[in-house]
T-cell receptor, first 113, second 115 residues
Framework: NAGVTQTPKFQVLKTGQSMTLQCAQD?????MSWYRQDPGMGLRLIHY???????DQGEVPNGYNVSRSTTEDFPLRLLSAAPSQTSVYFC????????????FGPGTRLLVL | TQLLEQSPQFLSIQEGENLTVYCNSS?????LQWYRQEPGEGPVLLVT?????EVKKLKRLTFQFGDARKDSSLHITAAQPGDTGLYLC???????????????FGRGTQLTVWP
């Protein structure tokens, strides 16, 4: 049982490049979400999914796309990277939406030059 | 706009001291959670409180949910260097239409406990 896994751990991009951050969970959780963490800002929700085929926007969705074709995977796509997207990205999953334990991955550290 | 305000932002204390971290809002939450995050890792859940006035204890950590469900506190007794980390509160609003069930995080309190 690996929990929530994220790849890559680190990434450097140039402005305008695109990339996909991978997230997978093996706990058969319905609810998955992506957060970004910036110094002094806590965690801000980017996108979330309540099940396969269902996604919705969070607080800071601009510049990011998601899809959920399977229960296990929830990739986050940066369409055209900007320096403002330099951050640490965390994927999380929980059994369902609501006051459930959120299980977080180890994070992806992204630097956009 | 930050729904949950945490204070203090930074806390540096000596081993053995007591401390309290606060999480406040003008909004009502159906539940509040506290997470602890260590450098280079994702947050890990410490506790969930769901009833106004609820108090939960986890060894030397005491969590309280305000009667009006707008605030919460985390009290640590006799802090140890192993308590060092970023403490985050997170809440689910009672009624926000399509955002119901979404978790909102505070900015966190960075605690450092010196030996």
């Amino acid at each position: 049982n690996a929990g929530v896994t994220q790849t890559p751990k680190f990434q450097v991009l140039k402005t305008g490049q695109s990339m996909t951050l991978q997230c997978a969970q093996d706990m058969n959780h319905e609810y998955m979400s992506w957060y970004r963490q910036d110094p002094g800002m806590g965690l801000r929700l980017i996108h979330y999914s309540v099940g396969a085929g269902i996604t919705d926007q969070g607080e800071v969705p601009n510049g990011y796309n998601v899809s959920r074709s399977t229960t296990e995977d929830f990739p986050l796509r940066l369409l055209s990277a900007a320096p403002s997207q330099t951050s640490v990205y965390f994927c999380a999953s929980s059994r369902k939406r609501g006051p459930e334990t959120q299980y977080f991955g180890p994070g992806t550290r992204l630097l956009v030059l | 706009t930050q729904l949950l305000e945490q204070s203090p932002q930074f806390l540096s204390i000596q081993e053995g001291e007591n401390l309290t971290v606060y999480c406040n809002s003008s909004s009502v939450f159906s539940s509040l959670q506290w997470y602890r995050q260590e450098p280079g890792e994702g947050p890990v859940l410490l506790v969930t409180v769901v009833t106004g006035g609820e108090v939960k204890k986890l060894k030397r950590l005491t969590f309280q949910f305000g009667d009006a469900r707008k605030d919460s506190s985390l009290h640590i007794t006799a802090a140890q260097p192993g308590d060092t980390g970023l403490y985050l509160c997170a809440g689910i609003l009672t009624d926000r239409g399509s955002t119901l069930g979404r978790l909102y995080f505070g900015r966190g309190t960075q605690l450092t406990v010196w030996p």
